[in-house]
């Protein structure tokens, strides 16, 4: 097993696979070979499913956020069947942005998509998808921004540090679709024939449902029993679970759900304290196990500052695996304080799985704050006036 | 009985919030508010006529429909003061007199609330409709939050989908709701779903208006407008807030220092950082051994030595090893 690990697998699906295929020989020991097993074949090609690539920590099957600074903070990448919790900021802008990368980049690497909502058709999110940014255009906007960046500081000849007066100040770099991890530019749309030529499978809540059904006290409500069986019956008939062999190539399944916990689900947790407040910790449950016998991802964003009984809120976050908190400065008395007038919110990294490890990957910078330039979406380590950016 | 003589059930004059949901309006004009106000007519009494104002700046809009769902108040009295042609494009859904339906009169609409909601929608012409719900706070109180939310949410959908135009410019729905009624859980889950949210308090000479328009994907605009309702109904806007109400106003405030509460000195005085500026550094070599040391020179075959002799050294050319006690 240990020269078949240099392929950079270790999910939890290809680790049954492992299992089942050694539980036969006398050592965990293959060879790799004509006489190898079938499940060895098979790593060959999950190592080449477009748009993942293993971890450098422990060889986890990850996939892009859809935001290169995000996959940084997060130990390069988001890990294959994981659950994300974006917790949005207050007026849903930020959130849905990250959203909307997060499906960008499925449709760049040609992920298969799986959409869910309660408050838009998935049709129209699909088509307010962000435009990919080409090399030589991110190039050119990357040095302009740090030539107006960096003016103000190059001319202070360093006194002390003066060895590092020539290393390039700018260090992320546009990257071409082979990569992983892509740039977006926020004020143009996905182009259509890039939409239509992606797969797609779309939730729309109200279309959906049907007349209301009584509900027991903590049991699931209707909605979520619903969008469950759809993402079952999606992984299952796609066969990323592995159930049926594929002839084709493998390939990850994308799942996005928007608002999760808003009332338009049909689950009251944002109107009241004492409303059915185990629907949503046993949705978040049930879906993590469907999540982590197959090739899929998902990202769900979560009005948690409606959340009215906040025991709710620590149940949700020991039930996800990566869980990001929002806070925009709009509205707030943030937004004319000085030492915050460069950003446009904070992020808080509320926690990091720890997946087939026994060590959290977290970055060194704790206080994090996002700004959403003209055309991307920054996170810089927020230290106030005095001190210098880290520029991560 | 006549309608304004009876008095209502009192409510504090600065308590009613508005809401705005679904789609706002195409436009914001400034006489779009509705606000409470006093009846001309009844003197001492302060009558509340929110839905009145703001039917009648619905209807001030050429051709436009407006179809009301009123529980609070009866048609009578709703209706009462405005001339028949506005009269004849209202559309009134009577939920107070008989809320549960027990007369059987046929003419309730099915399925309580929630149908009428339907119903209504259901019931109007493609085109540019505006529809009022006196109160969302009764409704709020007969019907579970999350399945109000999600009926007005269907509302503008299924208005779309029979209008066949952009959702945008066909169906504003209008609700009033009672501030001081709900704990902020339906009110925050209220607001997410609205629009544009005008918060009314003031009396009726001096009123104010806090207007939060959240269109999808911009930025929202937060402002507070001044007004007074005149006796017909209209609106008058001021510039500012009341001067007597008003705070000392602050000119300048003060830019947040964020060196000034700390435990630790960061500032410097004159003499400190001319002293911090002569000081000499361990590493601090002459610019010419700085740039040599920073290109690398033709490669390791020449060598240099570089010295630069510091204040405690004396040198001697004639005897170098002077300074040896030998």
Known sequence: ??????????????????????????????????????????????????????????????????????????????????????????????????????????????????????????????????????????????????????????????????????????????????????????????????????????????????????????????????????????????????????????????????????????????????????SLTKFLYVLRGLLRTSLSACMITMPTHLIQNKAIISRVTNLSDTVVGLESFIGSERETNPLYKDYHGLIHIRQIPRLNNLIYDVSDVKDLAFKLKRKLFTIEGWRGRSFPNLKI | MPPHAQPRVPQPSNGKSRRQDSVPKPKQRPDTFRKPVSTADTGSHHHQRPPRLTVRICLRKSGEQVHILGCEVSEEEFRAGFDSSINSRLVYYDFFRDPLNWAQTGEALPGGPLGALQAMCERTDPGPVTVALDSLSWLLLRLPCAALCQALCAMSRQHACRGGGPAAEQLCVLGLLHRELHGPGPMGALSSLAQTEVTLSGTAGQASAH????????????????????????????????????????????????????TFNLHLSKREREAKDSLTLPFQFSSEKQQALLRPGPGPATSRIFYEPDVFDDLDPEDPDGDLDV
């Open chain 1, 1 to 278: 097993m240990a020269a078949v690990a240099t392929c950079g697998t270790g999910a939890g699906s290809t680790g049954s696979m492992v299992a089942a295929g050694s539980k036969n020989n006398v050592t965990s020991f293959q060879r790799r070979g004509p006489r190898a097993s079938g499940s060895d074949s098979s790593y060959s090609r999950l190592v080449s499913i477009a748009g993942t690539r293993p971890s450098v920590r422990n060889g986890q099957l990850l996939v892009s956020t859809g935001l290169p600074a995000l996959d940084q903070l997060l130990g390069g990448g988001l890990a294959v069947g994981t659950v994300l919790l974006i917790e949005e900021d207050k007026y849903n802008i930020y959130s849905s942005l990250l959203f909307k990368y997060f499906l960008a980049e499925g449709i760049i690497n040609g992920h298969t998509l799986l959409v869910a909502s309660a408050k838009e058709d998935p049709a129209d999110i699909l088509q307010e998808l962000p435009a990919p940014l080409l090399d030589d255009n991110v190039k050119k906007d990357f040095d302009e921004d740090a030539c107006n960046h960096k003016t103000a500081e190059s001319n202070i000849k360093m006194k002390i540090a003066w060895r590092y007066q020539l290393l390039p100040k700018m260090e992320a770099g546009p990257v071409s679709s082979s990569r992983f991890g892509h740039y977006y530019d926020a004020s143009k749309k996905m182009p259509q024939e890039l939409i239509e030529a992606s797969k797609w499978h779309g939730f729309f809540f109200p279309e959906k449902s049907s007349s209301t059904l009584n509900i027991e006290p903590c049991s699931l409500t209707h909605g979520y029993i619903k969008l469950l069986q759809f993402i079952q019956n999606t992984i299952y008939e796609e066969g990323f679970d592995g159930s049926n062999p594929q002839k084709k190539q493998k390939n990850i399944l994308r799942i996005g759900i928007q608002n999760l916990g808003s009332p338009l689900w049909g689950d009251d947790i944002c109107c009241t304290e004492n409303g059915n407040s185990h």
């Open chain 2, 211 to 262: 207007i939060l328009c959240r269109r999808p994907r911009q930025r929202p605009t937060l402002e507070t407008l001044w007004f007074s309702v005149l006796p017909d109904l209209s609106l008058d806007l001021q510039g500012g807030p009341p001067l007597e109400s008003q705070p000392h106003p602050d000119p300048h405030t003060p830019q947040v220092d964020p060196a000034s509460h700390l």
